[in-house]
């Protein structure tokens, strides 16, 4: 009888670690300097400079030789509204991943060219847009239709909440 109290209560102990843990996982998640992307293609996660005022957004990733492979830009905009890029003074190539105010992505833009001045539109209704490591978003099959956590989605109804 000894025995299984001292399972159970184990059992129980194992049980709220768990939990403890679980919870810790889903806190971490939804950082400011982490965003992640759910699709079909499982999830990815990436650690993030966050550019949410006019002087970082227009600053956003030039000037730089490189870029760990997890890890990435967030730009986050006051409001959904129409989000145009632009490749000058950026030396390495980048995928944009643009989403709405759900988090939901509506396009990606696959290696974008260093240097090149030619607009990049992602379209009406954008809130943030994630710069990433030119190709990418293809290996890891970030694609329209991915939902991206970010506590930046927090103020709407995200698709994927930090919760």
């Known amino acids: 009888m000894g025995s299984c109290i001292a399972q159970t209560g184990l ?10 843990i679980s919870g810790q996982m889903a ?9 992640e992307l759910r699709g ?6 990436f650690s993030v400079e966050l ?6 957004r227009m600053q956003g990733l030039m000037f730089r030789e490189k870029l760990a ?5 967030l730009f986050v ?5 129409r989000a145009m890029f632009w490749m000058k ?3 390495i190539p980048l995928d944009m991943i643009f989403a709405d105010q759900t988090g939901t992505v509506q396009r990606v833009h696959e290696n974008a060219i260093p240097h090149d001045e030619t607009p990049i539109d992602g379209g009406d209704g954008i809130f ?20 991206m956590r970010h506590p930046a989605f927090s103020s709407g109804s995200p698709a994927w909440p930090c919760e």
């Open 128 to 147: 943030a847009v994630l710069e990433i490591n030119g190709g990418l978003a293809k290996r890891l099959g970030i694609a329209p239709g991915s939902v």
């Open 51 to 56: 550019a949410d005022t006019d002087a970082e």
């Open 40 to 45: 079909p293609h499982g999830i990815a996660r």
């Open 69 to 73: 492979s997890s890890a990435g830009m």
């Open 89 to 91: 003074n950026t030396l």
């Open 27 to 35: 806190a971490a998640a939804c950082a400011p300097d982490v965003a």
């Open 77 to 81: 905009y006051d409001r959904p509204g």
């Open 11 to 20: 059992r129980a102990a194992i049980a709220t670690l768990l939990m403890a």
